[in-house]
């Protein structure tokens, strides 16, 4: 009885098919122009409108006005061509996943040559044409090649790039592109007005969504929300309901307890997610979609009206209050952990647990210490301190405060290497203590909150220092590397130059066995610039590249005598235990590290006299890069070759 409504509303002229102009403005002019090719090729994403362009250009073809882009509609091949026409005799439509073999092409071959039985032109219509095969279009060759007058070809692909070269070059070739969401909203609110079904605005932007750039898919989703609107009309409930979505008001909750820091609301939202039935992977993308949404508008204030989000006014209302509310640093911290986290739930047994790990995780900015977190922290902070001007000042200012405890732990830590500040105690204590307050305290305290500006570098050292199992077989010692110093030196020199800077110091190669090389320091803090700067990385490289050998490289401090060239060959026990690091566990026994192990940090000060807190501790000899690095915690980001 009813037809679909992708069915009849299809386009049946260039001029009605929507959201193509790229394709469907030259194609009516070629045709305007009478320069037909006799062969084209569409490509695009499926239910866009390839196979409808191909329709519409046999109609234009055989029009009995024709060729022109507007088809009368009335006489016989536009009739029979129309979207709701039997079809033309003359217009063969091939699905080439079913019929793409060599046989079919070669029928296909000996019928071309009839001609038309009623219209101007044979038009072949060749649906996936990336099904064909090799020998099928083979077969088909020499015909596109040189074709009779009557013949027309319109290969329709998803995967332009699979149909083979030879073909390809012979057609003029129209990609299509998926549909914009104005597009498609706009497709969308027409048919609603034509079938007279009435809808809320809100339900539109779902469908949209749904489609994801397919008008077929849109059409379709929306016959089955038409066939099950009782007499008021497609609402946003049903809607929500019927394509999984989660419901905008659970994700203002969400969003508004994210920015006040209500780890119980949040929770209390996640598990009536649950209980709700809703997948916990859907929720998780919509929750992300809706940060994109944040993030868009707090870019772009006038986002809404450019149309780059698609949202009823009060919606877009309440986005702006929550955008401010959560600020940048913060949402794009929030949706690169729920991007994250959507790849980590594929596949998941139990994708509950993970989503609250990832909601934890988001709240936790404290218990991070990547730049991102560490920024969403600061965007905190200073929120917090512009206070009372923003919206919702109370609960704007106290979540702040419930979420710094978790800040705590991390910060809390580097107390027991901080000993020594026992002897000067009033600046360090409160700058240590709280990672909230540290900010505050900067200007003074700069000292104070030193080494966790400078662990950050330190323990970005792990994933770059993942041990590397040896590889290679080859026996490598001491003196080999040795003998080979000065090649891994130039290898180094060219790959990474403060690198190099580093290791021409006071660097002694003291140790080689089957897995690692051990370096030892003359200073610590070439030691530490050496390892926070990824340099051990560099150098395993060049190792690699000299002597062709996977070796770890591990580094050693202090005691090693000093002047010694990397040749001479240093006596492992010198520069023993206590300052011993160990690139893959992120060198935590190393002084100032706040993560290191309190009971075996406080020995470190084994290398004695290193007070990260006083500036006459600061090592002489530190060279400016690493200078930079070990107290102010510099980084490198990049390098600029000069020579
Ligand atoms: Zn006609």
């Not at 901080?418 to 305290?445: I, L, N, V, W, Y």
């Amino acid at each position: 009885m009813s037809l679909a409504l992708y069915r009849k509303y299809r386009p049946a002229t260039f001029a009605e098919l929507r959201g193509q102009e790229q394709v469907t403005v030259p194609l009516a002019q070629a045709l305007r122009n009478g320069r037909v090719h006799h062969a084209y090729l569409f490509s695009g994403p499926r239910g866009c409108g390839k196979t409808s362009s191909a329709r519409i250009l046999a109609r234009s073809l055989n029009c009995e006005q024709g060729p022109t882009p507007e088809p009368c509609g009335v006489c016989e091949p536009c009739i029979a061509l129309g979207p709701t026409g039997p079809g033309s005799i003359d217009v063969i439509e091939i699905d080439a996943a079913s019929h793409g073999g060599v046989d079919d092409a070669r029928e296909l071959r000996e019928r071309a040559f009839f001609a038309p039985v009623t219209s101007r032109f044979r038009i072949y219509i060749i649906d996936e044409a990336h099904m064909v095969t090799r020998e099928g279009f083979n077969a088909l060759l020499k015909l596109v090649e040189e074709p009779p007058p009557h013949l027309k070809f319109v290969f329709a692909t998803t995967e332009p790039e699979k149909v083979i070269g030879t073909i390809k070059s012979r057609t003029h070739h129209y990609p299509f592109r998926l549909l914009a969401p104005g597009t498609l909203r706009g497709l969308l609110e027409e048919i609603l007005q034509q079938e007279g079904v009435r809808y809320e605005p809100s339900a539109l932007p779902l469908v949209v969504r749904a489609a994801a750039g397919s008008a077929r898919d849109a059409l379709t989703v929306l016959d089955q929300l038409v066939a099950g609107a009782d007499e008021g009309g497609i609402s946003y409930s049903r809607a929500v309901a019927l394509l999984g979505y989660t419901d905008a008001s659970l994700l203002d909750e969400v969003v508004n307890a994210f920015a006040a820091g209500d780890r119980a609301a949040v929770f209390d939202a996640v598990d009536r997610v649950i209980e709700g039935g809703h997948d916990p992977r859907r929720f998780a993308a919509d929750l992300l979609e809706r940060f994109r949404d944040l993030l868009v508008l707090g870019a772009v204030p006038d986002a809404d009206s450019k149309g780059l989000l698609d949202a009823p006014p009060d919606e877009i209302e309440r986005m702006r209050d929550q955008a401010t509310r959560m600020g940048p640093a913060e949402l794009a911290r929030a949706a690169d952990l729920f991007h994250q986290g959507l790849t980590e739930m594929r596949g998941t047994t139990s994708p509950r647990l993970l989503l609250e790990l990832i909601c934890a995780r988001t709240l936790l900015p404290g218990a991070a210490t990547d730049e991102s977190a560490l920024l969403a922290r600061l965007e905190r902070l200073e929120r917090h301190l512009v206070g009372g001007t923003g919206g919702g000042a109370p609960d704007d200012s106290s979540p702040p405060a419930a979420a710094s405890p978790p800040a705590k732990p991390p910060t809390a830590k580097p107390a027991p290497p901080q000993p020594p500040p026992a002897r000067q105690p009033a600046p360090s204590t409160s700058g240590a203590t709280s990672g909230a307050t540290s900010g505050s305290a900067s200007g003074a305290g700069s000292k104070a909150s030193a080494p966790p500006a400078a662990s950050p570098p330190a323990q970005r050292t792990p994933p770059t220092g993942k041990p590397r199992e040896a590889a290679a077989a080859g026996q490598v010692d001491v003196a080999a590397v040795q003998g080979a110093w000065p090649d891994i030196l130039e290898a180094v020199k060219r790959r990474r130059r403060v690198a190099w800077m580093i290791l021409v110091g006071d660097v002694q190669v003291v140790e080689v066995d089957d897995t690692s090389l051990t370096l030892a320091f003359a200073r610590d803090g070439d030691m530490k610039g050496f390892t926070s700067s990824g340099s051990d990385q560099i150098l395993q490289q060049a190792l690699a590249d000299v002597l062709g050998v996977q070796r770890r490289v591990q580094t050693v401090a202090g005691g090693a005598a000093s002047g010694g060239s990397p040749g001479r060959s240093g006596n492992p026990s010198g520069p023993a235990e206590p300052t011993r690091t160990d690139p893959p566990q992120s060198g935590p026994p190393s002084t100032d590290d706040p993560a290191g192990d309190p009971g075996a940090a406080s020995p470190p000060a084994g290398p004695p006299e290193v007070d990260p807190d006083n500036d006459a501790d600061v090592d002489p000899g530190l060279t400016g890069m690493a200078l930079i690095q070990q107290e102010l915690g510099g980084q490198i980001i990049d390098e600029i070759d000069n020579s």
